[in-house]
């Protein structure tokens, strides 16, 4: 449910995937999938993206940051679709 919705750019959708990705919730953990999600959300106007975004960063090294975003570029140019 929250993907098919976060791919319609649902910014409330967007932040619940992240965190389930953050904290592996019905998918396995993944912080750069969690990061993304939650980079993405915010640029949407998600209100709590961007703490996503952070929660998983605390986890990461710069390169799966960077990887992270290099993802959430790709997401949004593909807009949302295969995420």
């Known amino acids: ?3 098919s919705l976060s791919e319609k750019e649902n910014a409330d959708a967007q932040t ?7 904290y592996g919730v019905e998918i396995p953990k993944d ?6 999600w939650g980079k993405i959300s915010a640029s949407n106007g998600g209100k709590n ?3 996503v975004r952070n929660t998983a960063a ?8 960077s990887t992270a975003q290099k993802l959430a570029r790709e997401c949004v ?3 949302h679709k295969g995420c």
């Open 31 to 36: 912080y750069t999938y969690a990061y993304m």
């Open 58 to 65: 605390e986890f990461m090294t710069p390169a799966e940051i």
């Open 16 to 22: 619940m995937l992240g965190w389930m990705y953050a």
């Open 77 to 79: 140019r593909k807009k």
């Open 1 to 3: 449910m929250f993907r």
């Open 49 to 51: 993206g961007s703490s």
